[in-house]
């Protein structure tokens, strides 16, 4: 990365600051050990959801975004966490909910264990040894059923499921901050969760909304992030993704589905005219020169 990349600059009216550009060199640099993974090991991968706009109209990131997000096919995505946790070069590491108990089983993270790059939610609950550290998501692609039943069916499983793994968070957020039953006690999620955790698993909760959204094992007309969001902007034809075309991104470039103009329009409407906000993490805490183990030494 050479020093003109660092510098401060307007983009589509808004200032990229260099300590932006720092963060983003970081994981410019965990894109880069991610694509060797998956090149080593014939993955299939695309630029996702912000990053995937971005490199559709800003050649690079979002002017006010503050991560990448990428996705896989699920065999593909099961196939890169087996491998990833002994092919990382350090200090990135691979974090899902196998590895981290109290990361959410939507997605998995690699992470920059020399530096900080906190979200609002993990400022306020993450204790112990839960890796803080600056991030990129890889998200699973499933396929969704063709016939409408057996679609509404596994929705309607994982919209019960999920309920119990957020009623899970809610305890959680409550003993954190020290109101164990006294926050969410009328909350339909925090009874289920109660409840069934008598008979299972948190762990097992989660694996099996993770085997919900893989039940359709043959490829099927469509496809979608299911584990994230059941909603219908998170379903994409399979077609668009039959061919994959190289966009730029910042100093490289990165893969996209050829048909990435429908998949924005799905999920954005007109995605061609910027629309300021907030990145969906909302980085609180970043550091790309110290540890988070040592920004919560004394926390």
């Known amino acids: 990365m050479n020093g003109e990349f660092f510098k401060e600059e307007i983009r589509s009216g808004h200032l990229v600051t260099a300590e932006t550009k720092k963060l983003w060199a970081v994981q410019l640099d965990m894109l880069r050990a991610f694509r060797e993974i998956c090149e080593r090991h014939g993955l299939t991968w695309w630029a996702e959801g912000g990053t995937l706009l971005g490199a559709a109209r800003h050649g690079g990131y979002i002017p006010w975004d503050d991560d990448i997000d990428l996705a896989m ?82 929705t309607f499983r994982l919209r019960v499921l999920w309920s119990v793994i957020h009623g899970y968070q809610m305890e959680r957020y409550d003993n954190t901050h020290g109101m164990a039953g006294k926050r969410h006690p009328k909350s339909v999620s925090w009874w289920a969760w109660r409840v069934i955790r008598v008979i299972s698993s ?28 059941v909603s219908p902007k998170w379903r994409w034809r399979r077609e668009l993704f039959a061919e994959t075309i190289q966009l730029p991104f910042e100093d490289t470039t990165i893969p996209a589905p050829a048909g990435y103009d429908e998949r924005l329009t799905v999920q954005y ?31």
């Open 73 to 154: 096919p699920w065999e593909d995505y099961r196939t890169f966490l087996s491998v990833a946790p002994k092919e990382l070069p350090e200090p990135l590491m691979l974090q899902d909910c196998y590895t981290e108990p109290e990361l959410s089983p939507r997605f998995a993270r690699i992470r920059n264990s020399a530096t900080t790059g906190c979200t609002i939610w993990e400022l306020e609950n993450a204790t112990g040894d839960y890796n803080r550290g600056i991030f990129i998501d890889i998200f699973p692609i499933f396929n969704i059923p063709d016939a409408r039943w057996r679609e509404d069916l596994q």
């Open 202 to 229: 948190r762990q097992w909760i989660q694996e099996r909304y993770l085997k919900v959204c893989a039940m359709v094992k043959k490829p099927t007309r469509r496809w979608g992030l299911l584990s994230f969001d």
């Open 269 to 299: 409407g007109d995605w061609r005219t910027p629309v300021k906000g907030g990145s969906i993490h909302e980085l609180v805490l970043v550091d790309t020169e110290v540890s988070y183990k040592e920004t919560f030494a004394d926390r």
